[in-house]
């Protein structure tokens, strides 16, 4: 089959890999017809290419049509349509039943400490082969699936995968109160989401961003947004901003959906960077010890809320030694909440937003849809932010 691979920094192509097949009695395979393309992908592109291996096959946000089970799988047959979330659980241990997925006892990546396996993402969450292919294994199949009505419409329901899941729980666990407002730094595909999903709530929304097509799409939608060149050009900060339009406060409540590349950084860009030239069993264990994030959209996040108020972190970090001003946090009272998404918990709440009314607008969301073949040059143009590209959809078929 076709699938996308990681090859090197800034590098991936497409190639012709084994088809999967059933490995466990209690998996499935899927024929992927459509596949997104994530901005947590870019971070495998560039910072956390010392835990890829030359091959690996990349993505985690596929919908597709169920071609084969194994043995054990009593809720799937083939035929079935079935969007796969990017964590991989297995439905009835502790952390699953309680809700968290992400953190599967089965799963879970012991060998680097992490949680439940991804697809598609490094050594890290299982070196699980990815969804930017023509073909997937799904293990425990039986609960890493969504069912989805039959018919040949993807995109209303392919954001069940990773973003409308992230993006509903870093609304909720902003925790904006009741009239309250919500900040979203960064608008990519997550905040973008967000603040959709935030608006159809009633919160008053302030989106900040630098990317001109990023802002447009969503004051397109009727939302605020704020212009981070614009700010710094008048020698103001963001923080200044957004307390001037909230009675000197700040925000009830701040999603950080930047993470771990945030602009503004120097000095961690630098370190990041670096690192990634280093061979790469020296470059993890640097990573696993004094790695470092760019910190500047936090530091924002921290100095917009207000006190006693809320962050909540929806960006991948993965630094170690990230210096953290306790200080204040402790001052202000501030409290944080991060995570990867449980997706299956999620799942129900936002499925009757999926309708013909569409409120959260996944019909027109992705901003180009294209073949797999184009893979490279998607994944060089998404990281530059170029040709207005926000959310991009691979078709296998194409």
Not at 292 to 313: E, K, N, Q, W, Y
Request: aromatic share 6%; hydrophobic share 40%; net charge negative.
């Amino acid at each position: 089959m076709k699938a996308v691979t990681w090859q090197g920094r800034r590098k991936v192509s497409v190639e012709d890999v084994p088809d999967p097949r059933i490995e466990q009695p209690t998996d499935a395979v899927i024929a992927v017809t459509s596949s997104g393309v994530c901005g947590s992908d870019l971070h495998l592109y560039e910072v956390l290419g010392p835990y890829m291996s030359r091959g690996d096959v990349l993505g985690h946000e596929p919908i597709g049509e169920v071609v084969e089970v194994g043995s054990e799988v009593r809720t799937l047959s083939v035929g079935d349509r079935v969007v796969v979330p990017f964590q991989i659980a297995c439905g009835h241990c502790v952390m699953c039943d309680t809700g968290l997925p992400t953190q599967c006892e089965t799963t879970q990546v012991r060998a680097y400490g992490s949680g439940a396996a991804l697809f598609g993402y490094s050594k890290l969450y299982g070196q699980v082969p990815g969804a930017q292919a023509q073909y997937l294994r799904v293990p425990h199949a039986d609960f890493t699936h969504i069912p989805i009505p039959p018919g040949p419409d993807d995109s209303r329901f392919l954001y069940l995968s990773d973003v409308l899941p992230t993006a509903w729980q870093a609304v909720e666990y902003a925790a904006v109160p009741e009239g309250g407002t919500l900040v979203v730094l960064g608008l990519g595909p997550i905040g973008d989401m967000a603040c959709r999903i935030a608006a159809h709530h009633g919160y008053r929304v302030i989106g900040v961003d630098r990317v001109p097509d990023r802002m447009q799409r969503v004051a397109a939608r009727g939302i605020e947004v704020v212009d981070l060149d614009a700010v710094a050009t008048v020698g103001n900060s963001i923080g200044d901003v957004i307390r001037d339009g909230t009675d000197g406060r700040g925000a009830d409540s701040v999603i950080d959906a930047v993470g771990m590349e945030a602009h503004g950084s120097p000095v961690a860009e630098f370190a990041q960077r670096s690192a990634g030239y280093l061979p790469d069993t020296v470059s993890r264990r640097l990573m696993d010890s004094v790695g470092v994030d760019r910190l500047a959209a936090l530091h924002s996040a921290i100095d917009i809320v207000r006190r006693g108020g809320t962050i909540s972190l929806s960006g991948v970090y993965g630094g170690m030694a990230d210096p953290l001003p306790m200080r204040i946090l402790f001052d202000k009272q501030i409290q944080l909440r991060m995570g990867q998404a449980n997706v299956k918990r999620w799942a129900p709440e936002i499925m009757p937003l999926l309708g013909d009314d569409d409120p959260l607008g996944v019909e027109s969301f992705a901003t180009h849809r294209l073949p797999l073949a184009e893979a490279p040059r998607v994944y060089r143009d998404f990281q530059r932010k170029a040709g207005g590209m926000v959310k991009v959809v691979l078709d296998p078929a194409a």
